[in-house]
C-alpha cells in the first residue's frame, strides 16, 4: 500500500512569491491534514479537509490556504511568503475523524524562502 | 486548553541502555495519547497508541503506559539500539482532526 505521498520535496521561493505544495493520502483515507514544522517551534497544526470541506484550522494567517479534490487529495497554498514561512510542511491522512485514529504522514515539503 | 509537554533533549546513550522520555499532558475531556518517531530526512511515523485510561501502547520494544492519575505518557525501551535514534513527539488527539504535539525529544544512541 502507497503511503502519504507530498510533491515538490523541496521548494525554494523569494519572499512575496507563492508557493503550492500538494499531498496524496493513503487509498481510502479521506482526512487529510496540513502540519508545519519550523525550526525551533515543533509541529504546529495548519488545517484539516475532510470529504472536500475545510473542517479545523490552526492559528495561521488567511494567506495559508487549501482545498482538498474530489479524489481526496489536497493542496496547501501559502500567498506572499515570508522568511518565517521556512519550514518542513507535513501533510498527514487518516481514515476516518475520531480522535483515535492515527495519522500517517508523508516526507513532508521542505519550503526555504529566501 | 490542550498542551503536551516533554523532557528536552538530546538525550544521548549508549547501545543497550534503558530509554525514558518523559511526556505529561493536559487536556479537557478524554484524549487518546500517541508517540510519534521521526528518522533524519523522513516524516513522522506512529510508533505506538493508547486510547483509554491505563492502556499499554507497544510497538517495536517500546512502552507507554496512559496514566490518568498523573496525565502521563511516558515512553520507554529497555534495550535501544543506535537505529532508534531518532527524535520522539508526545502526541494528544482530544478535538476533532487536531493532534497537539510536544516539542520532540532528540535521541542519539551511541555504539
Known amino acids: 500500500e502507497a503511503g502519504v505521498t507530498q510533491s515538490p520535496t523541496h521548494l525554494i521561493k523569494t519572499r512575496g512569491q507563492q508557493a503550492t505544495l500538494r499531498c496524496s493520502p493513503i487509498?481510502?483515507?479521506?482526512?487529510v491534514y496540513w502540519y508545519q514544522q519550523a525550526l525551533g517551534l515543533g509541529l504546529q497544526f495548519l488545517l484539516w479537509?475532510?470529504?472536500?470541506?475545510?473542517?479545523n484550522r490552526g492559528n495561521f494567517p488567511p494567506r495559508f490556504s487549501g482545498r482538498q479534490f474530489p479524489n481526496y487529495s489536497s493542496e496547501l497554498n501559502v500567498n506572499a511568503l515570508e522568511l518565517e514561512d521556512s519550514a518542513l510542511y507535513l501533510c498527514a491522512s487518516s481514515l476516518d475523524q475520531r480522535n483515535n485514529s492515527p495519522l500517517h504522514f508523508g516526507n513532508g515539503t521542505r519550503l526555504t524562502v529566501t | 486548553g490542550n498542551s503536551v509537554t516533554q523532557m528536552e533533549g538530546p538525550v544521548t546513550l549508549s547501545e543497550e541502555a534503558f530509554l525514558t522520555i518523559n511526556c505529561t499532558y493536559t487536556a479537557t475531556g478524554y484524549p487518546s495519547l500517541f508517540w510519534y518517531v521521526q528518522y533524519p530526512g523522513e516524516g513522522l511515523q506512529l510508533l505506538l497508541k493508547a486510547t483509554k485510561a491505563d492502556d499499554k501502547g507497544s510497538n517495536k520494544g517500546f512502552e507507554a503506559t496512559y496514566r490518568k492519575e498523573t496525565t502521563s505518557f511516558h515512553l520507554e525501551k529497555g534495550s535501544v539500539q543506535v537505529s532508534d535514534s531518532a527524535v520522539y513527539f508526545c502526541?494528544?488527539?482530544?478535538?476533532?482532526?487536531?493532534?497537539?504535539f510536544g516539542a520532540g525529544t532528540q535521541v542519539v544512541v551511541t555504539p
Open positions: 502526541a494528544l488527539s482530544a478535538a476533532w482532526g487536531k493532534l497537539q
Open positions: 487509498s481510502g483515507h479521506t482526512s
Open positions: 479537509y475532510d470529504e472536500g470541506e475545510e473542517r
